[in-house]
């Protein structure tokens, strides 16, 4: 028989260190992980912050009458409230942070150097520089170790754009779907948020005009004209008929018929494949009722216009609206436009959330005649097969992008 040694002792002691020592890092290796993960949160806070606070000035008409029109004041409480949500910082976190201040930034009214603005003077900032207060990362086991969190911040930068760019001569808010020819002259541009181009469909634009994919309306405001109260309803206009101005329910072009003046139509517009439907100063105003008054639609859908094979449109000069000038205007929320046969307008045709659809060989031509030129705006585009679409723009003009912001680096 043999009796136990001294070393398996020494090695019973070893093996229980070593598994305290393993213990232990496995504790710090865990709480290292909460803090990499809360560090990733901080830097989507500040983002976040940031953003948030820059967006006042890219906005201001959506700052609370509570500011009383201090923006520096409401990117305070916007950043403070977007980081209060994010990352749990508190008002006594702001009062406790301190961060190098950069040269031409400034606190304005956040009574901290966590929260700056650029530039320090004036009253309208193009950057804002946020500082996260420091927390410190949740500790699970690592105290055991002697290992106590870490203080965890993160910075962001945004700034304030509101970049010109080209206006667009053809600007399809959405969907461009083309099997037929496409062409924009005179010099802006066309742009489309999505751009299909089929078999035998195409994209043209004269120089200086550039294809864009970031569609912006430069046709954004426009007068609403002033209507009769009455609202007469169906009607037919044949050969030698004249539409006046006034407010129709619907209207059926089955002849040779006139527009004197701007007529607003609620529900719809056919023009048969003998009709014939023109007008010199004129406007066709796409629009809803309420209470018999033509208004901007909202849920309803607007005024519908359609144009069989055969069926023409022309309408050589505008009036009746202020500038900048349509020849049709439409702001039914789902308001449809299908031209069969050719429509031939002098200036703007603008239908920016209506669904344009130009059948087989069919033609619409904007911007025609002696006149500036005009431009088309639509929602969706849709060219059929041997139809084709033809736009002269106005000449190279550009139109202010919609305010927006973005993160930046942070000022050196």
């Not at 093996?15 to 290796?29: C, E, G, K, T």
């Not at 929260?115 to 105290?143: E, M, N, Y």
């Not at 004269?206 to 007469?232: E, K, N, Y």
């Not at 169906?234 to 527009?259: F, R």
Request: proline share 6%.
């Amino acid at each position: 028989m043999t009796s136990p040694t001294d070393d398996d002792g020494a090695i019973a002691i070893l093996v229980a260190a070593f598994a305290i020592a393993m213990f232990a890092l496995a504790a710090i290796i865990v709480d290292l992980g909460d803090a990499r993960l809360v560090r990733s949160e901080a830097q989507t806070a500040v983002d976040a912050a940031a953003l948030s606070g820059a967006d006042v000035f890219a906005h201001p008409a959506n700052v609370p009458s509570g500011f009383g029109g201090d923006l520096f004041a409401a990117a305070v409480a916007a950043v403070k409230s977007s980081a209060a949500e994010n990352f749990g910082t508190t008002n006594a976190g702001w009062n406790a942070c301190s961060a190098p201040v950069p040269p031409g930034y400034d606190r304005r009214t956040s009574g901290t150097d966590c929260i700056l603005f650029h530039p320090a003077t004036g009253d309208d900032a193009d950057r804002i520089q946020v500082v996260l207060p420091a927390k410190r990362s949740f500790v699970a086991f690592g105290g055991i170790a002697g290992y106590s969190g870490l203080q965890i911040s993160a910075s962001a930068a945004a700034q304030i754009r509101d970049d010109p760019v080209p206006a667009c001569g053809l600007c399809v808010l959405d969907q461009l779907d083309t099997r037929g020819p496409v062409a924009v002259t005179g010099g802006d541009s066309f742009a489309a948020l999505r751009t299909s181009v089929q078999t035998g469909g195409s994209v043209t634009v004269q120089p200086p005009g550039i294809l864009m994919d970031d569609p912006r309306d430069p046709l954004a405001t426009f007068g609403s004209p002033d209507f009769p109260t009455d609202v007469q309803k169906k009607v037919t206009c044949g050969p030698g008929g004249v539409l006046a101005t006034a407010v129709y329910e619907e209207i059926d072009v089955t002849g040779s018929c006139t527009i004197s003046g701007t007529i607003a139509v609620t529900k719809s517009i056919d023009v048969e494949s003998s009709g014939e439907l023109s007008g010199v100063n004129a406007t066709i105003y796409l629009t809803c009722v309420n209470k018999k008054v033509p208004t901007v639609c909202s849920n309803e859908n607007g005024g519908a216009l359609k144009v069989k094979s055969g069926g023409t449109i022309t309408i050589t000069t505008l009036g009746g609206l202020s500038t900048p000038t349509y020849s049709i205007v439409a702001t039914g929320n789902s308001t449809r436009m299908d031209i069969g046969g050719t429509v031939s307008l002098s200036e703007s045709l603008y239908v920016p959330v209506a669904n344009v659809e130009i059948g087989s060989g069919a033609h619409l031509e904007v911007g025609v005649g002696s006149g500036a030129g005009g431009r088309l705006v639509a929602g969706d585009l849709t060219v059929g097969a041997a139809a084709s679409v033809a736009v002269r723009s106005a000449s190279g003009s550009t139109v202010a992008g919609p305010p927006d912001v973005r993160l930046t680096r942070l000022a050196p």
